[in-house]
């Protein structure tokens, strides 16, 4: 049985430390994602810890930029791959003006004071607090002072270049889905509400409460497969076809068994 994600950092309590953390969107759970968490594991073996991912309930950009991107990998999604990733504990923190407004000095406190830590784990660029001042050199600062270690490690790269979010939906609104899928590590899939169906079961339109990454307008071969849950282990992907429409729906063909399902992943292959 997978562990329910904390709401919030004031939900950790002494038992769950001593933490290694990562702070980060995690949006895709994408390959520089993976390699990151491989790592976490890794230094949180070396220093006695438990590795710990701290997330956010919204994308940042709502409040920064004004708008948020479009989802590359359901929430509930996101928090079963950071499961199945070996994260041990996972904090899903409520992302508002008042969190932007934090110093990372003060973050840092928020945490310290309900259990042990140990430390972050950062790449050279990553950075965390107001004015994004938490880099890994003031971290290491405060680490000094007040106990924790600061574990820093190299981005990833693939074939010269880094893996970022941003290019993965441009791959994907661009319809080169071969590019998205070798940065995801997996299939471009999204996940949404069951909105229609038809009397044979067979045909289904999904709409999606929240913006996501879609491919263009037009139709693919795909697999359909109950939506997945941080406690649920989803059945077996069956079979599809997808048509992306105009208006940002998905109609959805495939045998009723696979359409039963109050909420749906798509998985497009081609």
Same mark, same amino acid.
């Given at each position: 049985?997978?562990?329910?994600?904390?709401?919030? +950092?004031?939900?950790?309590?002494?038992?769950?430390?001593?933490?290694?953390?990562?702070?980060? =969107?995690?949006?895709?759970?994408?390959?520089?994602?993976? *390699?990151?968490?491989?790592?976490?594991?890794?230094?949180?073996?070396?220093?006695?810890?438990?590795?710990? %991912?701290?997330? @956010?309930?919204?994308?940042?950009?709502? +409040?920064? $930029?004004?708008?948020?991107?479009?989802?590359?990998?359901?929430? #509930?999604?996101?928090?079963?791959?950071?499961?199945?990733?070996? =994260?041990?504990?996972?904090?899903?923190?409520? @992302? #508002?003006?008042?969190?932007?407004?934090?110093? *990372?000095?003060?973050?840092? /406190?928020?945490?310290?004071?309900?259990?042990?830590?140990?430390?972050?784990?950062?790449?050279?660029?990553?950075?965390?607090?107001?004015?994004?001042?938490?880099?890994?050199?003031?971290?290491? &600062?405060?680490? &000094?002072?007040?106990?924790?270690?600061?574990?820093?490690?190299?981005?990833? #790269?693939? $074939?010269?270049?880094?893996?970022?979010?941003?290019? +993965?939906?441009?791959?994907?609104?661009?319809? #080169?889905?071969?590019?998205?899928?070798?940065?995801?590590?997996?299939? =471009?899939? %999204?996940?949404?509400?069951?909105?229609?169906?038809?009397?044979?079961?067979?045909?289904?339109? =999904?709409?999606?409460?929240?913006?996501?990454?879609?491919?263009?307008?037009?139709? *693919?071969?795909?697999? %359909?497969?109950?939506?997945?849950?941080?406690?649920?282990?989803?059945?077996?992907?069956?079979?599809? %076809? /997808?048509?992306?429409?105009?208006?940002?729906?998905?109609?959805?063909?495939?045998?009723?068994? $696979?359409? !039963?399902?109050?909420?749906? !992943?798509?998985?497009?292959? !081609?």
């Amino acid at each position: 049985m997978m562990r329910d994600a904390l709401p919030g +950092i004031e939900a950790l309590r002494p038992a769950d430390g001593p933490l290694l953390v990562a702070v980060g =969107v995690f949006d895709g759970l994408h390959r520089g994602h993976l *390699y990151l968490l491989r790592e976490l594991r890794r230094a949180a073996r070396r220093l006695a810890a438990r590795a710990a %991912v701290l997330t @956010f309930d919204h994308h940042p950009d709502e +409040i920064l $930029a004004g708008a948020a991107p479009p989802l590359l990998c359901d929430p #509930d999604e996101r928090l079963a791959r950071l499961e199945r990733a070996g =994260v041990a504990v996972t904090v899903v923190e409520h @992302f #508002d003006d008042a969190l932007r407004r934090t110093t *990372y000095a003060a973050f840092v /406190a928020s945490i310290r004071g309900r259990t042990a830590l140990a430390g972050f784990l950062m790449t050279p660029d990553a950075a965390f607090g107001h004015e994004r001042r938490g880099t890994p050199e003031t971290l290491a &600062a405060l680490g &000094a002072e007040t106990g924790f270690r600061v574990v820093v490690v190299p981005p990833f #790269d693939l $074939a010269g270049r880094q893996v970022r979010s941003t290019e +993965i939906r441009s791959a994907i609104a661009a319809g #080169d889905l071969a590019t998205a899928r070798a940065l995801l590590g997996r299939r =471009v899939a %999204v996940t949404g509400v069951v909105a229609e169906r038809d009397r044979a079961g067979r045909d289904a339109v =999904v709409r999606f409460p929240l913006p996501v990454a879609l491919p263009p307008v037009g139709t *693919y071969a795909a697999t %359909v497969e109950a939506a997945w849950a941080p406690s649920l282990r989803p059945g077996p992907a069956r079979r599809a %076809v /997808a048509a992306v429409e105009a208006s940002g729906v998905v109609a959805v063909r495939a045998h009723p068994e $696979a359409l !039963r399902h109050d909420r749906l !992943r798509v998985a497009f292959a !081609r």
